[in-house]
Nanobody, 123 residues
Framework: QVQLVESGGGLVQPGGSPRLSCTVS????????MGWFRQAAGKEREFVAS?????????YYADSVKGRFAISRDNAKNTASLQMNSLKPEDTAVYYC???????????????WGQGTRVTVSS
């Protein structure tokens, strides 16, 4: 059984730079394309970033986070990370990690999901 566990969320001041981590167990981590999604209160879940399997050479970002967020992976640690910089109040959301067999911005293309970690950007 594949399990994803996110960590690193919390209350962050505007302009802050938290780092989210997602640890995967029960599967072959290097074979998964990894994605981060977020869901703000009252809104639908939206794509944030993704990285391809194996080397993670290919990365993709939503326009709203491009240049501020960076996705990465460490296959030796079975971990995907999302470095978030210059946070804004509109980045407040529950952030979800996902694993799948296709690089995609569509949540439906991901097979496994974490439980989510809340990030609140507020002074």
């Amino acid at each position: 059984q594949v399990q994803l566990v996110e960590s690193g969320g919390g209350l962050v001041q505007p302009g802050g730079s938290p780092r989210l981590s997602c640890t995967v167990s029960g599967g072959t981590f290097s074979s998964y394309n990894m994605g981060w999604f977020r869901q703000a209160a009252g809104k639908e879940r939206e794509f944030v970033a993704s990285t391809s399997s194996r080397s993670g050479r290919s990365t993709y970002y939503a326009d709203s986070v491009k240049g501020r967020f960076a996705i990465s992976r460490d296959n030796a640690k079975n971990t995907a990370s999302l470095q978030m910089n210059s946070l804004k109040p509109e980045d407040t959301a529950v952030y979800y990690c996902a694993a799948g067999f296709f690089v995609s911005q569509a949540s439906s293309r991901y097979n496994y999901w974490g439980q989510g970690t809340r990030v609140t950007v507020s002074s």
